[in-house]
Each structure stands twice: as C-alpha cells, then as structure tokens.
C-alpha cells in the first residue's frame, strides 16, 4: 500500500514561553518532530512533507536532519490546518495511495493506531483517530451516528449539547491522498476562529455520500504539547513506555523507574541495565552485554558480552566490540576497542583506537587536544599500558609493547618494546627520620614563640 504523510509543525507554540519553534522542544533527547517523523517512518511510506512556519529554517532544518528525503513546504501566514495541510497539494494531489496528517506536537502515537487507521479505510473514505477524553477541553467534538462519523465540531462552534460530548478529535486523519486534497480545496474560513478547518472535511466527504468513521486510541496517545508542564508529561509518559517495552523485549532493568532511554535506543535481548542509566541519542546495545549502575552513553555501540560501568560515560564514537570491559570513571570519545579490551578505572581515551585484548592501567590518558587541534593515539594488540601513562597524541604504541606506569609517552613505541619514559627514582637511606625530627622541631620553636 502506498502511503504519504504530511507532518503539521507550522504553530507557533506561543504558551512554551520559549525562543525555540515548539516542535525543536525535546522528549526523550530527540525534537517532537522526530517522533512524528520516526512514526512515519515507521510505516514506509513514499513520501512525507512537514509543513513549517514560525521557525520554518530552524524545523525544516531538523526536519532533513531526521532524514534527508524529508520534504518541507512554509505556511505563511497560518490560517487552519486545513490551510495548513492544503500547502502540501502542489507536491501530493496526484500522490498514488493514501495520505495521513499528523501533529508534531503529539509525539505518543502508536504505530499500530496508525496501521489500524488505514484498515478501517476498507468502510470508510475519511478515517479520523478519536479518544474518549476524561475532560474534553477544547478539544474538537467527534458527532456520531452508530458507526459512521457525521462531522467533527470545534470547540468554538460547538453548542452546549456538543460541548457535552467526550468522544475527541486527535487530529490524525487518514483518507486517499487525492480525495483529501479534493476536499480540502472546498474549505471555507465562515466559523467562529476564522480559520481554515482540516475538520471540515468530513461534511463535505458526506455531502458527497462518502462515509466518514473513527478508529479510537487511548487518551494517553493523543497527548498534544503545548506548556512545559506537558512536555514534562510527554516525557515521563516516553520513559514509561520505553521501559514496559525493553522488559516485553527481553531486556533486564533492575531499577527500570530509574533508566533514561532516548527515542532511537536499541537494546538487544538479554542485555542488562543497571540503575540510574542514561541513554542520550544514537546509543545500540547488543544481546547480554551489560551496563552497570550510574552510566551516561551516547552515540555509542557496546557489543555482545562487554561490561560497562558503574560510573562510565561513553561519548559519541565510542564502539566497544565483544567481551570489552570498561570500568568505574572511565570516559570514552570517539575510539574504538577491539575485543576484549580491559579499562578498568579513572581513564580517558579520546580519538583513539585500541587493538584486542589490551590492558589499560588505571590514571591512563590520551592527551588527545593541544589546545589547538586533536590527534590521534593508536594501541596494538594485547599491549599493556601501566597505570598512569600520558600517551601525549599523535602516537603510536606498537602490538605487545609496555609503557612503564607513570611514563609520559610522547614518542612511538616499537612492537614488543618497554618504554619507560619517568623520572629515575633517587632513594636516601635514614633520610625520612631527620626530616620529620628538623619539622617536629621548627613546630615545637613556633609554638613556643606564639605562647
Ligand atoms: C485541532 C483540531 C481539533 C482537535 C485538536 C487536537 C482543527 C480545526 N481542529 O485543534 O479538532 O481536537 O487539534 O489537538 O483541526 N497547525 C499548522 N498550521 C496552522 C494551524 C495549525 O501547521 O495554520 C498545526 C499546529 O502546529 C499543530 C496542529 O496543526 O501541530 C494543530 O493545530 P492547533 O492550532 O493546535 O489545533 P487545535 O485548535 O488544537
Ligand atoms: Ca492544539
């Protein structure tokens, strides 16, 4: 089945309080309109355009940044959604298949909702997704006959006996492309907002004898971010969801309240999450490995049987391959360990490649930025680093060498060789005892002249 989707992100969000367009507003470390584009995605559809306006550079930059073949139309000015949806024509009216509008605002709809949505266009010519609202606000009113959708009432037009209804307009609709825009070219502004209601169009499918019907979805799906206070409820909303379907997925979360995931997490089954994670974005997690308590990752890979943490944080680029362990403090950017790598403790390794089966000593650094521009550090295969090694980048330590702990390693070091690269050790016998016996003395000549 051919499917286009046409993503609304032209509002303008006035009630954030905010500089940033609304649909640049982040739930689970990715904008809105990434979860709207994502769950278009999710349906491998032709095309999709999103339709931007206040902020229009800024969301339609975002918007190619999901996805490059993302097609972006400016709605200026704003007048309805109807209007908003009817900018999309030019690229759409001869689409082949249907078309589905979506919010960028409401980042919670299911993908299922939407796959059920385009079966029930086998009776109906117009598919609106409805809810049944605890407190229906202001929110359009679905006005039914058995199973057929006679129109949909905004708010503002709506009388008190409609007012009184509670079966809701999410604002999905599905229909075929070319009868949505069909329909769409004869709405008129003539209601109480003035505006160009996508709405309509379901009176005017049924003055054509079209049928109109509701597919129905939680509430909680429906959840629209206008303030803050619902971005935070968007969010809490997200994690929830996230973790119900890493437990259904044959993921282990041992604190699962506690784990942060980010919308493109993916964590293989059997894998194992410890309290306290964060997932920032770009962050895949394969079958049993397992990451300890109080770890932030992102942009990150960790392979089949690696460890990770407690206390680690992996920056984006860093790709642990399999049975790689990284310990407590450890911080990895844009490197790469072969596998069965070992960092153990207190160590930073940036813009760097380590070769299988190295140790990394505790305190080790890649001095990787010289103020200027980084460089890179290159480690064979089953080297030892000793704890506290400076590895001052660019360099190179060769396969089965040794840096002696606390070397400065500013020069390459061959394959096999020992580099030890510290000051010589100078020892003074008896030494220690006249040390503290002069000390003791001053303290005690000082304490006198102050009595
Ligand atoms: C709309 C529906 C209402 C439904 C509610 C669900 C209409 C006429 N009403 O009302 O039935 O219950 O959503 O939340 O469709 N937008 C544009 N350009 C515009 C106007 C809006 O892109 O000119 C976008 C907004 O950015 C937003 C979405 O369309 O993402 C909905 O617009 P909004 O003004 O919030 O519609 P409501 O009045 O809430
Ligand atoms: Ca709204």
Redesign the pocket.
């Known amino acids: 089945m051919q499917v286009s989707v046409i993503v609304?992100?032209?509002?303008q969000g006035t009630r954030m309080n905010s500089d940033t367009p609304k649909v640049l507003h982040q739930v689970a470390a990715a904008p809105l309109l990434h979860h709207a584009l994502s769950l278009a995605q999710a349906l491998e559809p032709s095309r999709i355009v999103t339709?931007t306006?206040h902020g229009g550079e800024a969301v339609a930059a975002a918007a190619t940044a999901f996805n490059e073949a993302i097609e972006t139309v400016v709605?200026d000015p704003?007048?309805?959604?109807g209007?908003?949806v009817a900018q999309a024509a030019p690229l759409l009216a001869d689409a082949e298949g249907e078309a589905i509008v979506l919010?960028?605002?409401t980042p919670l709809i299911r993908e299922d909702t939407l796959r059920a949505m385009l079966e029930a266009r086998a009776k109906h010519a117009v598919v609106i997704l409805g809810f049944h609202a605890r407190d229906p606000g202001r929110?359009?009113r679905l006005l039914t006959k058995g199973d057929e959708l006679l129109a949909?009432r905004?708010f503002k037009d709506a009388t008190p006996e409609e007012r009184a209804i509670t079966l809701?307009?999410?604002?999905v609709i599905c229909a075929e492309a070319k009868l949505l825009f069909s329909l769409i070219a004869e709405v008129k502004n003539d209601n109480a907002a003035g505006?160009y209601?996508?709405?309509d169009i379901v009176e005017l499918a049924r003055k054509r004898g079209l049928s109109a019907g509701v597919v129905l979805c939680d509430e909680a799906e429906t959840l629209?971010v206008n303030t803050r206070q619902q971005l935070a409820e968007a969010e809490a909303a997200f994690q929830s969801r996230a973790r119900a379907d890493a437990l259904e997925n044959g993921v282990t979360l041992t604190a699962p309240e506690t784990v942060f995931f980010a919308l493109d997490t993916w964590i293989g089954r059997d894998a194992i999450i410890g309290p306290n994670v964060l997932f920032g974005p770009g962050v895949t997690v394969e079958s049993g490995a397992e990451i300890k308590g109080f770890c932030h990752l992102e942009g990150c890979h960790i392979s089949r049987g690696a460890t990770v943490g407690p206390f680690a944080r992996l920056r984006p680029g860093a790709e642990l391959a399999e049975d790689v362990h990284v310990g407590n403090f450890v911080e990895i950017k844009n490197a790469i360990l072969d596998e069965g790598v070992k960092v153990g403790h207190l160590t930073y390794l940036g813009d760097a490649h380590v070769g299988e089966f190295t140790n990394i000593g505790a305190g080790t650094v890649t001095c990787n930025y010289d103020g200027v521009m980084k460089h890179r550090t290159t480690i064979g295969k089953r080297a030892f680093i000793g704890s506290d090694t400076m590895l001052v980048a660019p360099v190179t330590v060769g396969d089965g060498a040794l840096t002696a702990s606390g070397s400065v390693i500013t020069e390459d070091v061959p394959a096999e060789a020992v580099a030890i690269a510290r000051a010589k050790q100078v020892t003074k016998p008896g030494l220690a005892t006249r040390m503290f016996e002069k000390l003791k003395s001053i303290k005690a000549a000082k304490a006198k002249g102050q009595s």
């Open positions: 609304l992100a032209a509002g339709i306006g709605q704003q007048l309805g959604t209007h908003a919010y960028a605002d929110y359009g949909i905004e809701c307009n999410s604002g505006e209601y996508l709405t629209g």
